[in-house]
C-alpha cells in the first residue's frame, strides 16, 4: 500500500525534495554571502575609521604624513564610508557608516550636507542604537546654521530620552535657549533651570561646561 502511494504521489515528493534542496543551498549561499559582505565592508570600514582618527603630524617633523590637511582626511574617510554605505547596504556596519559620512561631512564645515546625511540616518534607522548620536549631531548642523529653535527640539530630544548624550545635549539646548532670549527673555530661566540640573548630573566633562554656561 506504502508502495502504490509513493508511485501515486512520486511526483509531488520530487518536487518537495527540490524545493527543499534549494530552500537549503539558498540558505547556505545567504549565509556564507551575508559573512563575506560583512568581512569586505568592514576592512574599508577600518580604513576610513583609520583617516578619520588620523592626526596629522606638525610641518617640520621626521614623520612623512599620510594626508596633507584634516580637510583630505575627512574627504578620504568620507569616500571610503560612503562605498561601504552605497556598496555593501546589507553590512552590519552599514548604519555607522552613513552616520559617519555626516559627521565628516560636518567636519568639513558643511552643515547643510551634514544635516541630509543625519536625517537620512534618522529616516532608516531611527531606532539603531546610534540615533542619539545622529539626533545630536542634527542639533550641531542646526545651530550651525542659525535654525536655533530647531536646534534645541533636536537636542531637547536627546536630553530627555537620557542616556549617554544627556549632558552634551543638556548644554546644547541651554545655548539655544541663551540664543532665544534676545526674542522672550524668558528663554533665560528655562536656560539656568536645565544647566544647574546638567550641573549635577554624572558627567564630569557636562557637568563643568553647564556650571560655566550657568556663571
Avoid at 63 to 84: C, G, I, M, N, T
Avoid at 127 to 138: C, Q, S, T, V
Wanted: charge should be neutral; include cysteine.
Amino acid at each position: 500500500r506504502l508502495l502504490e502511494l509513493f508511485e501515486q504521489y512520486k511526483p509531488v515528493v520530487a518536487a518537495s525534495g527540490v524545493a527543499v534542496v534549494v530552500l537549503i543551498l539558498a540558505s547556505i549561499y545567504y549565509v556564507r554571502h551575508g559573512h563575506e559582505v560583512n568581512q569586505r565592508s568592514s576592512a574599508i570600514f577600518r580604513e576610513a575609521l583609520s583617516y578619520y582618527t588620523y592626526r596629522v603630524p606638525p610641518p617640520g617633523g621626521d614623520q612623512v604624513p599620510a594626508v596633507a590637511s584634516d580637510d583630505e582626511k575627512y574627504q578620504r574617510a568620507h569616500a571610503l564610508f560612503q562605498q561601504v554605505y552605497d556598496t555593501y547596504r546589507t553590512a552590519d556596519l552599514a548604519p555607522a557608516a552613513l552616520l559617519m559620512m555626516a559627521n565628516c561631512r560636518f567636519a568639513l564645515k558643511q552643515p547643510t550636507q551634514a544635516l541630509e546625511a543625519y536625517d537620512q540616518f534618522l529616516s532608516n534607522y531611527r531606532r539603531n542604537a546610534l540615533a542619539a548620536e545622529a539626533w545630536m549631531g542634527k542639533g550641531d548642523c542646526l545651530e550651525q546654521l542659525a535654525r536655533t529653535q530647531e536646534a534645541y527640539d533636536a537636542y531637547r530630544h536627546v536630553y530627555d530620552a537620557g542616556g549617554t548624550f544627556q549632558g552634551a545635549a543638556g548644554i546644547g539646548a541651554a545655548r539655544c535657549l541663551l540664543k532665544m532670549m534676545e526674542s522672550d527673555p524668558k528663554h533665560g530661566n528655562e536656560a539656568v533651570e536645565l544647566l544647574s540640573k546638567v550641573a549635577a548630573g554624572t558627567d564630569p566633562e557636562s557637568a563643568a561646561t553647564a556650571r560655566s554656561l550657568y556663571k
